[in-house]
């Protein structure tokens, strides 16, 4: 009896440990559907202070004097008088400064940046200004600083130099400057050198030498660089609320984003007021950052560029989405058919024919930059949404039918509003449909299958800006990327419709932000990726080439009620001849698992990438940027059957080559 009860038990045990131990099956002999290289890219909108302040290198705010209060960012001092007609037709301020009246006193002007400038040590600055001497009785000094406000040491100038105007015409001049020391809030100081002359200052610019490629009218290195590491498949641009503005006067005019940034004109943010909590009334756009440098740069970084253009409705949110004054009728819209059609022109066109395609040469790119998408409308919904990209995708598709156009489904991810859009896109036959979530834990977690139960008829799926938004904590935990990582299991599985996704926002300036959680942070001299930009990261390395089928229990593993907190995807990589298990636990205990590893035999050379934080709700920061980073190691893994434990809480990737 006692030996037959003992049997009894170590039966028991063996079948409740083989009960817990969760089998993946994955299928690495037969490849499934492409996994497309748009699958896993980045959103850009100015908000936050992405552009101005942010990526675009500029470090002088309102350089052209065009802010309503023209003197904003500047504190002038002595003898100056503001003027406004100067040499740019859109941007026709600039700044006199003349004699102060006695020898002793100084004219001049500082500027303070964007929250201060931020100065590297040693590293050289580009000043620039436009000038001329009104008066044309020779020559007259500029003395240019970079300053530190706050010094206390015997001088406040860390560095210095100067320029010579010379002649009543406007003339670009430029100085560099070399910092002595790493400063987070210095200014640019300009001071009139030579006593009783007369000087016009016009565009004064700032920029570090070293910016990304070395462009002209660059970007901030650390920042666009953090972009290229994310290996980007697709770069939506320029947003967002942005593109459809407070009103449509303020939307995204692409038109006035290119040609010389000196007659760029300034346009509202989006995102000044609209916080009240969070106000920063001298927010603009000085569209230094345009459509040039969005191509430019999604070439540099080897992503499809992906406009989003305004559809004649105005921010949805602000002035509602009934048919009004505030949105543009149907036969208005020529203007902003016109904006889409010369935008491809822009871009794809030849400059020996196309008045677009000649500017875009102009700015130094003659090649096309081979546009393939275009979104028409940001976040829209109700009737007078398809009433006016009606006539949009006609006339697209009419001149370009090989351009993919992408339509909205409004801001969320379900209701009433979304299932209407969806509907009306299928209609309207838009290649692609963008969708929006911003959405809780509780959501992440539920929607594992999301995309398994869509339609495979029909336009295919842009997941054009998502984020997991912690409840009553909104920032970039871990446990929110540790969420998206394993919601991100879905779009993989389902990349046959699902052709591309980007997390959103992207940038967020510490002491400028209206919108969190964002991907990357920083301040004027220094940034940090958060957990959410890791996990954009894992998987756009780890993306393949084909989907492989993965299943416990013949169901796709998507933190099910029996799947213990698990979700999992898997692909084969044709270039590194690689299967890729993606691995999410989510739950509180360690998990057990099975890899079952079919079409795969012997012993394999596996990569296992670890992404964990015992706190979940740790996050990283200017301080401790590195504080949560994914880390990898080596391992022998046996075929077809290999047992692993994923920890609680964790994101793994086994990279097992062939
Ligand atoms: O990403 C921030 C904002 O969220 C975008 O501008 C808008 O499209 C969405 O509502």
């Known amino acids: 009896m006692k030996r037959i009860l003992f049997s009894f ?4 045990i063996a079948f409740s440990l083989s009960a817990q131990t969760n089998k993946l099956d994955i299928n690495t002999s037969k490849l499934g559907i492409e996994i497309p290289s748009t ?10 202070f992405a552009a101005d302040g942010g990526l675009y290198a500029e470090l002088v705010k309102n350089r052209s004097f065009e802010f309503p209060n023209h003197l904003a960012g500047w504190k002038a001092f002595g003898s100056f008088e503001l003027k406004d007609d100067g040499p740019f037709e859109k941007n026709p301020y600039y700044l006199r400064l003349s004699y102060p009246g006695r020898n002793d006193k100084y004219s001049g002007v500082e500027n303070e940046g964007f929250f201060g400038m931020g100065f590297q040590k040693d590293a050289e600055y580009r000043f620039s200004v436009w000038a001329r001497n009104p008066q044309n009785d020779g020559d007259v000094e500029l003395q240019v600083e970079l300053v530190n406000p706050s010094s206390m040491d015997e001088r406040q100038q860390i560095a210095e130099g100067k320029i010579t105007v010379s002649g009543k015409d406007w003339k670009k001049y430029e100085l560099i400057l070399k910092s002595q020391i790493a400063l987070a809030k210095g200014s640019l100081r300009l001071i009139l050198g030579t006593n009783t002359k007369t000087l016009d200052v016009e565009h004064v610019s700032l920029f570090p030498v070293d910016v990304y490629h070395k462009d002209k009218n660059g970007l901030r290195k650390d920042l666009a660089e953090a972009l290229e590491q994310l290996k980007p498949g697709v770069f939506r641009f320029p947003g967002g609320c942005i593109v459809e503005g407070n009103s449509l006067d303020t939307r995204y005019q692409w038109k006035n984003s290119v040609g010389p940034v000196e007659n760029r004109p300034l346009n509202e943010t989006r995102w000044n007021f609209t916080f009240s909590n969070r106000m920063y009334p ?9 459509f040039f440098e969005y191509f430019r740069l999604a070439e540099q970084i080897g992503a499809e560029p992906l406009p989003i253009i305004s559809v004649g409705i105005s921010c949805e949110f602000a002035n509602g989405s009934e048919r009004s004054e505030k949105h543009a009728a149907v036969d208005q819209l020529k203007p902003y058919i016109d904006d889409v059609l010369d935008l491809i022109a822009f871009a794809n066109g030849d400059p020996a024919t196309d008045k677009w395609a000649k500017i875009r040469s102009e700015m130094g790119h003659p090649a096309p930059f081979n546009l393939k998408y275009v979104g028409i409308g940001n976040e829209q919904w109700g009737k007078i949404y398809p009433e006016n990209l009606k006539p949009f995708v006609e006339e697209v598709r009419k001149k370009y039918p090989d351009i993919q156009i992408i339509g909205s489904s409004g801001p969320f991810p379900d209701g009433k509003d979304f299932d209407e859009m969806w ?8 290649d692609l449909v963008d969708e929006h979530f911003y959405r809780n834990e509780e959501w992440f977690l539920k929607s594992g299958n999301r995309y398994d139960k869509y339609p495979r008829k029909g336009p295919k799926i842009f997941a054009g800006e998502y984020a997991c938004h912690g409840d009553g904590k909104k920032w970039n935990h871990f446990y929110a990327s ?3 990582a394993a919601f991100m299991t879905n779009l993989e599985r389902n990349a046959d419709i699902v052709r591309m996704a980007t997390y959103a926002p992207l940038f967020a300036h510490v002491e400028g932000w209206q919108w969190r959680p ?4 920083f301040d004027n001299l220094n940034s940090f990726k958060t957990c959410s930009y890791y996990v954009q990261q894992l998987y756009s390395l780890n993306k393949g080439t084909n989907l492989l089928s993965l299943t416990m229990n013949g169901k796709p593993v998507a933190g099910n009620v029996d799947q213990n907190g698990l979700f999992a995807s898997a692909v084969f990589d044709k270039e590194s001849n690689s299967v890729i298990v993606k691995v999410i636990n989510t739950g509180n205990k360690p998990q057990p698992l099975r890899l079952n590893l079919k079409g795969l035999k012997g012993k394999h050379q596996t990569e296992l990438t670890t992404f964990h934080a015992e706190n979940l709700d740790g996050e990283n920061s200017l301080e401790n940027p590195s504080l949560y980073v994914p880390k990898t190691t080596t391992i022998e893994m046996s075929a077809p059957e290999f047992d692993v434990t994923i920890p609680a809480f964790t994101f793994q990737i086994f990279k097992i080559k062939k």
């Open 282 to 290: 001298d927010y603009y756009q000085s569209y230094g950052l345009g």
């Open 423 to 430: 509907e009306a896109m299928r209609k309207i036959n838009a």
């Open 518 to 521: 964002d991907a990357i942070w």
């Open 9 to 12: 038990s170590i039966l028991l």
């Open 482 to 484: 540790l969420l998206e």
């Open 39 to 48: 699958m896993y890219g980045i959103f850009f909108e100015d908000i936050n």
